[in-house]
């Protein structure tokens, strides 16, 4: 048993349960003085002690449990052996009611975990899809920059005009600069 400024309790199975022993108070009429009926305050009832013990086990709800014992048809002091079976009961089952919460709350981790992860992979997923969509508007570009410079030479070679040549490697240059599949240099 340890006794503290929190209450009187036991420990079971590493679970503190805090029981107290209290009077119950019962309502008793009264006639309110001078000065309360001045003031406007009318208790119409005072709390007296009643006589009746109350033994309570003063820890937080846990279901299924038995909290209160009070002095009735039976004295407290007869059931004080049942009490302290229920104390102990309230402890394994706090424990228990413990482990499910611990249990439940490393569910709803593991759950929330993945699903950031099922997120993460859905942005990469889309990230990718979109570089390979660049990727492929890129090679188009580029694709079609080359027949252009194609058409433009064979149009030269058939005819009375001319190209700058310089011109012309530069418009092949730039369609290597977009196409993904050409190895770029690192300074580029």
């Given amino acids: 048993m340890l006794i503290s400024d929190s209450g009187t309790s036991i420990m079971v199975e590493g679970i503190q349960v805090f029981f107290g022993i209290s009077e119950d108070l019962m309502a008793a009429p009264r006639e309110p003085t001078k000065r309360e009926r001045s003031m406007g305050r009318v208790d119409a009832y005072s709390y007296v002690p009643s006589g ?15 909290k209160n014992w009070r002095d009735a048809k039976k ?6 052996a049942n009490f302290i079976v229920k104390l102990i009961d309230y402890g394994f089952l706090a424990k228990k009611q413990e482990e499910e919460r611990q249990e439940q709350e490393r569910k709803w981790e593991e759950a929330r975990r993945l699903r950031i992860e099922q997120a993460e992979q859905e942005r990469l997923e889309k990230e990718r899809f979109s570089q390979l969509m660049s990727f492929i508007q890129n090679w188009q570009q580029s694709e079609l920059i080359r027949q252009f410079a194609d058409a433009v030479e064979k149009k030269v070679l058939n005819s009375e005009l001319s190209v700058d040549e310089e011109w012309l490697a530069w418009v092949r240059k730039q369609a290597d600069r977009l196409d993904p599949l050409i190895p770029k240099a690192k300074s580029d």
């Fill in 52 to 66: 009746n013990l109350l033994l309570s086990i003063n820890s937080p709800e846990v279901a299924g449990v038995r």
């Fill in 75 to 80: 004295r407290i002091e007869s059931t004080l």
